[in-house]
């Protein structure tokens, strides 16, 4: 790419500089991986067509799927997008934090028409940590899509950002492990009606307990945020939802203190949370079946997971995971 170095350079986030060279990076219209509380961003100028076209062409995106786009403060998102009640109250209670508020789309924003997709609503989300900071100091937007290609699974550390794209980008900036681990819930808010677009690091209950009602979509339904077809976050085994007993030579991801019939036979085994802990199992999933899909079997069984809080997220993620693969170019993960 124009502009790209070839290996990208690793930064702690803690480092002195780290702020001023992603910042740099940014308003040279580079790409930066960031890490956000959610998982690690790839991270452009919104306000920059060809720095956020430099997204598309990294990720292997299509360009019909839309971009979230990171603000430091609630005046900075009124600035882009229309915040009605319902809206304003949702951002005061989770901001920053994992939601992503999709509004209507105010006239003559500097956002570049890239980032939404040409379309007239735009996903906004105020991130904490470094990507907060960065935001901040930037004083406009910046959008970011998860730092990974397309298809493949969310990177919730600086390692599995530099295993997916770091041939193809300048700059990582390493904070760690992402401490939510999937990405933010999106909800659609106008007319002072809440719909989930996708459920995420915010539980549909925390909104309901504003005492707002969460409309869902009906299974089947057209899909509203358009990078939520179907086949995404493809490892390449497959995934078995659900799993009671484990066959020989399947890899196991656990959930809690009780195996699976068979567990002893699996060709490898990883618990996302041995206490039953939803949060502590979001933060490891992409990592946990990361590491499975490296232990080389052809299937990975799942045992069950509540779908309660965090777990509606975490099954949705791995029912994606799950769905049957459609051919190469017909994706359309984000
Ligand atoms: O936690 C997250 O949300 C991470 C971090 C980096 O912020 N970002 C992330 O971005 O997951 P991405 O691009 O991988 O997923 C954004 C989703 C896509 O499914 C996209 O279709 C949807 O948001 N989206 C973006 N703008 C939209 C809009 N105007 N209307 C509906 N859906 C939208
Ligand atoms: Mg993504």
């Known amino acids: 790419m124009k502009g790209q170095e070839r290996v990208a350079t690793i930064l702690k986030a803690d480092e002195p500089d780290a702020l001023a060279r992603a ?99 735009v996903a906004l989300r105020m991130p904490r940590g470094f990507g907060a900071a960065l935001v901040a100091r930037m004083g406009r937007p910046v959008a970011a899509p998860s730092a990974n290609r397309s298809g493949r699974i969310s990177p919730t550390s600086a390692e599995a950002v530099a295993a997916d794209i770091g041939d193809r980008i300048a700059l990582i900036i390493d904070g760690g492990a992402a401490p939510v681990g999937v990405e933010s819930t999106i909800v659609r808010v106008e007319d002072n009606v809440v719909r989930l677009l996708r459920p995420g690091g915010v539980a549909a209950e925390e909104i309901e307990a504003m005492g707002l009602t969460v409309r869902r979509n009906a299974p089947g339904a057209a899909v509203e945020a358009p990078g939520m077809l179907a086949s995404h976050y493809a490892p ?89 693969r459609h051919g190469a170019g017909a994706r359309s993960e984000d």
Do not use: C
Not at 313 to 320: G, M, P
């Open 23 to 121: 910042a740099e990076a940014l308003d040279a219209g580079l790409l930066v991986a960031i890490p956000t509380e959610t998982v690690y961003g790839l991270a452009a100028d919104a306000t920059n067509g060809e720095a956020v076209a430099g997204i598309f062409e990294v990720k292997g995106r299509p360009r019909f799927n839309p971009l979230i786009a990171h603000v430091a403060s609630l005046e900075m998102a009124q600035s882009i997008g229309v915040f009605d009640e319902t809206a304003v109250a949702l951002a005061r209670r989770f901001w920053p934090g994992p939601l992503t508020i999709v509004v209507p789309l105010k006239p003559d924003t500097a956002i570049h028409p890239l980032v939404t997709a040409g379309q007239d609503t």
């Open 236 to 324: 390449a085994a497959q995934v078995r939802l659900n799993a009671i007993r484990v066959n020989p030579g399947e890899a196991l991801l656990a959930f809690g203190p009780d195996r699976a019939a068979g567990h002893e036979t699996a060709a490898a085994v990883l618990n996302l949370s041995p206490d039953g802990n939803l949060a502590e199992a979001a933060a490891n999933l992409f990592a946990h079946l990361h590491a499975l899909d490296k232990a080389d079997a052809a299937m990975i069984a799942v045992e069950p997971i509540p779908a309660t809080g965090l777990g509606e997220a975490i099954n949705d993620r791995l029912a994606r995971a799950a769905a049957p």
